[in-house]
């Protein structure tokens, strides 16, 4: 990976941010912000690699450069998975993080899942490399928790009010610094997963 300059993906800024935070500290790798005259990759995928590959591809092919992008899903025991796939869009196509988290604590409460062992969940990244030659690269990443009764902290976004990962005193994503947060959380897991794997490769990997 050293050496080696990427295209961020994601429309996403909260998100944009929070990966070149995390790869920031990798020597060698220049990140390259997305250009603004490249659509919104439309995510039709099935499944978190399905659309991880759908955007990295996609700018990959706009700009000529290797890309990397994520896709992340919270899935929540007591929904049967969901909201998944469909986390960012889970109260409607264009939602507001806030309308997603009030969905998510309505239908927990529409559910009876009151105790917290009623309320187990895990968030879930996918962080895709897609190469001018074709060839891709792709990690998950994991943490499990909770989803708290209520929204608290004001730091993070999307879910991470809601989502206290097991292991760390109790508290949200959202109630952590920046640090604390890129330590433990999947996204933080997925992309320094991934440096790793592509440094240990050469940057050839040509598939999971």
């Known amino acids: 990976m050293p050496g080696h300059t990427y295209v961020l993906a994601s429309a996403n800024v909260d998100k944009a941010a929070e990966?070149?935070?995390?790869?920031?500290?990798?020597?060698?790798?220049?990140?390259v912000p997305r250009p603004a005259d490249v659509p919104d990759v439309e995510e039709t995928g099935e499944t978190l690699e399905d659309n991880a590959r759908l955007k990295a591809r996609a700018l990959c092919e706009a700009t000529g450069q290797s890309a990397v992008a994520d896709d992340t899903g919270l899935e929540v025991e007591a929904l049967d998975g969901a909201p998944g796939?469909?986390?960012?869009?889970?109260?409607?196509?264009g939602a507001s993080y806030a309308a997603n988290v009030a969905k998510l604590?309505?239908?927990l409460e529409r559910v009876?899942?009151?105790?917290?062992?009623a309320r187990r969940a895990r968030?879930?990244?996918v962080a895709f490399v897609a190469r001018p030659d074709g060839t891709e690269a792709w990690v998950e990443g994991e943490v499990t928790g909770v989803i708290?009764?209520?929204?608290?902290?004001?730091?993070?976004?999307?879910y991470d009010p809601v989502f206290a990962p097991d292991g760390f005193d109790g508290r949200t994503f959202a109630e952590m610094s920046a640090d604390e947060k890129h330590a433990v959380s999947h996204r933080g897991r997925a992309?320094?997963?991934l440096a790793e794997r592509l440094t240990a490769d050469g940057d050839e990997v040509t598939g999971s």
């Open 112 to 117: 009876g899942a009151v105790e917290p062992d």
């Open 105 to 107: 604590l309505s239908e």
């Open 19 to 31: 990966i070149a935070d995390i790869l920031g500290a990798v020597p060698g790798l220049t990140l």
């Open 148 to 158: 708290t009764p209520e929204a608290r902290g004001t730091g993070g976004f999307g």
């Open 85 to 93: 796939v469909y986390s960012a869009r889970f109260a409607g196509e």
């Open 191 to 193: 992309f320094r997963a």
């Open 123 to 125: 968030f879930l990244s």
